[in-house]
Every structure is written in structure tokens, then in C-alpha cells.
């Protein structure tokens, strides 16, 4: 087992940045290919950015690329999504997720292994 803890989240005006973090606790850290996910009102669970094991590849959604920093800590067991030039369509609730496989199918949400609880981020316009 691996918990997913989320946090950062908050309210921040249009063009503004947040940082997001997820500690994780369970099994080893640097085992799993780590993932930013997130959920508007009323919409699927969308893919947002992932991270190798060693941390020498990223991938992001078009939507997010160039604004946002996928990153982890394997020495502190964390994930950390920077948030840049934010817009109000970036309002959802952000999940991290851990996914134990390889280096494919990403972007799928049932690919994932283990899911934290969510924190929420508001874009104000």
C-alpha cells in the first residue's frame, strides 16, 4: 500500500502560481511512476502532468504545458506540481497517483495504482 497525501490548494487569482505537494508513505517512493491528475465540477477525471521513477522524463497535458513543473523528491518521498500563469479553467480538485508499471498509458486514470484524496484549487477571474 501506498497513501497519497495532497496539499496547497487554495484560491488564487488569474495569472497567479500555487505549488502543489504530495507526500507519500507505504512502500518505496522511488518504485512508482508519480502523477498529477484533476476533477472539475460535473467533468471526468482528467490527466495533468507525470513523472518517471528517477525523475529524467516528464509528460504533460497540452492544456497545462509550459505553465506547469512536475517534480519529486525520491530522498523525501514527495511529488510537487508547480502551478504558473493559472486561469480559471485550472479550478478543480488536484489528485496525485502512483502508478507501480511501466512507462505507458499514462495519461489513463485506471493505469494508476494508488489515489490521495484531493486538494481543491480555485482560479478567481
Known amino acids: 500500500q501506498v497513501q497519497l497525501v495532497e496539499s496547497g490548494g487554495g484560491l488564487v487569482q488569474a495569472g497567479g502560481s500555487l505549488r502543489l505537494s504530495c507526500a507519500a508513505s507505504g512502500r518505496t517512493f522511488s518504485n512508482y511512476i508519480m502523477g498529477w491528475f484533476r476533477q472539475a465540477p460535473g467533468k471526468e477525471r482528467e490527466f495533468v502532468a507525470a513523472?518517471?521513477?528517477?525523475?529524467?522524463?516528464?509528460y504533460y497535458a497540452d492544456s497545462v504545458k509550459g505553465r506547469f513543473t512536475i517534480s519529486r523528491d525520491n530522498a523525501k518521498n514527495t511529488v510537487s506540481l508547480q502551478m504558473n500563469s493559472l486561469r480559471p479553467e485550472d479550478t478543480a480538485v488536484y489528485y496525485c497517483?502512483?502508478?507501480?508499471?511501466?512507462?505507458?498509458?499514462?495519461?489513463?486514470?485506471?493505469?494508476?495504482?494508488?489515489w490521495g484524496q484531493g486538494t481543491q484549487v480555485t482560479v478567481s477571474s
Open positions: 497517483a502512483a502508478r507501480g508499471s511501466a512507462w505507458t498509458n499514462i495519461i489513463r486514470t485506471y493505469n494508476y495504482d494508488y
Open positions: 513523472i518517471r521513477r528517477n525523475a529524467d522524463s516528464t
